[in-house]
């Protein structure tokens, strides 16, 4: 069946880069995003790479595709506190229905 | 980006009792939006789908006559738990794509539901 699978929790220090990885099953994948979510608060859409890609670059977000091991990585670089938050991979096989991992909480500190 | 507007941000209510949550699309027309449950340190669970005049489809284990969705109009969806119960105590997400853009789905900021 459809699983997605993430670290649940990664600490960095501010500045470094944080290194997000996610796995999936579903090799009929379309799209694959990366969203954020903030305490209490909905998810916001960070970025979204398509099946086909390899790599997405918006500023300081990288994703990285390995279609073959259906492995996905959201890169941060400079991290800052701001950028404290739980972290979902999603994939979208069928028509918007996305299956989510668990979610990476991210913790940064000084 | 498009905006979906969830309302309310937090809801306390007795057990028993029903609770609406309303979902809007506020610069575009959606035909199609998507409830989601989330527990505590878990990850979003998909509930169902939402259609601007048809049923909404649920997904498996999730009861209809439980949590009813009404999509009246382009820009508005609802849930309604009904009968309340501590154990529907959950943070439910509405999202919903914009057209033209179906490869993003945009969320609402999501509602606290505490029953007591």
Same mark, same amino acid.
């Given at each position: 069946?459809? =699983?997605?699978?993430? %670290?649940?929790?990664? %600490?960095?220090?501010?500045? =470094?880069?944080?290194?997000? +990885?996610?796995?999936?099953? =579903?090799?009929?994948?379309?799209?694959?995003?990366?969203?954020?979510?903030?305490?209490?608060?909905?998810?916001?859409?960070?970025?979204? #790479?398509?099946?086909?890609?390899?790599?997405?670059?918006?500023?300081?977000?990288?994703?990285?595709? +390995?279609?073959?091991?259906?492995?996905?990585?959201?890169? #941060?670089?400079?991290?800052?506190?701001? =950028?404290?938050? #739980?972290?979902?991979?999603?994939?979208?096989?069928?028509? +918007?229905?996305? #299956?989510?991992?668990?979610?990476?909480?991210?913790?940064?500190?000084? | 980006?498009?905006?979906?507007?969830?309302?309310?941000?937090?809801?306390?209510?007795?057990?028993?009792?029903?609770?609406?949550?309303?979902? !809007?699309?506020?610069?575009?027309?959606?035909?199609?939006?998507?409830?989601? !449950?989330?527990?505590?340190?878990?990850?979003?669970?998909?509930?169902?789908?939402?259609?601007?005049?048809?049923?909404?489809?649920?997904?498996?284990?999730?009861?209809?006559?439980?949590?009813?969705?009404?999509?009246?109009? &382009?820009?508005?969806?609802?849930?309604?738990?009904?009968?309340?119960?501590?154990?529907?105590?959950?943070?439910?997400?509405?999202?919903?794509?914009?057209?033209?853009?179906?490869?993003? &789905?945009?969320?609402?900021?999501?509602?606290? &539901?505490?029953?007591?």
């Amino acid at each position: 069946g459809e =699983d997605v699978e993430q %670290s649940l929790f990664l %600490s960095v220090r501010e500045g =470094d880069s944080s290194v997000i +990885n996610c796995t999936y099953t =579903d090799s009929s994948s379309t799209y694959l995003y990366w969203y954020k979510q903030e305490p209490g608060a909905g998810l916001q859409l960070l970025t979204y #790479i398509f099946s086909n890609m390899d790599m997405k670059q918006d500023q300081r977000l990288t994703v990285l595709l +390995n279609k073959k091991d259906k492995h996905l990585s959201l890169r #941060i670089a400079d991290t800052q506190t701001g =950028d404290s938050a #739980i972290y979902f991979c999603a994939e979208a096989g069928g028509y +918007n229905k996305l #299956i989510f991992g668990a979610g990476t909480r991210l913790a940064v500190h000084p | 980006g498009a905006v979906v507007s969830q309302h309310p941000s937090w809801v306390i209510c007795k057990s028993g009792t029903s609770v609406k949550i309303e979902c !809007r699309s506020l610069d575009f027309q959606a035909t199609t939006m998507f409830w989601y !449950r989330q527990f505590p340190k878990q990850s979003l669970m998909l509930m169902a789908t939402s259609n601007e005049g048809s049923k909404a489809t649920y997904e498996q284990g999730v009861e209809k006559d439980k949590f009813l969705i009404n999509h009246a109009s &382009l820009t508005l969806s609802t849930l309604t738990v009904t009968s309340a119960h501590p154990e529907d105590s959950s943070f439910y997400i509405c999202s919903a794509s914009s057209p033209g853009d179906n490869e993003k &789905l945009f969320f609402g900021s999501g509602t606290q &539901l505490s029953v007591l």
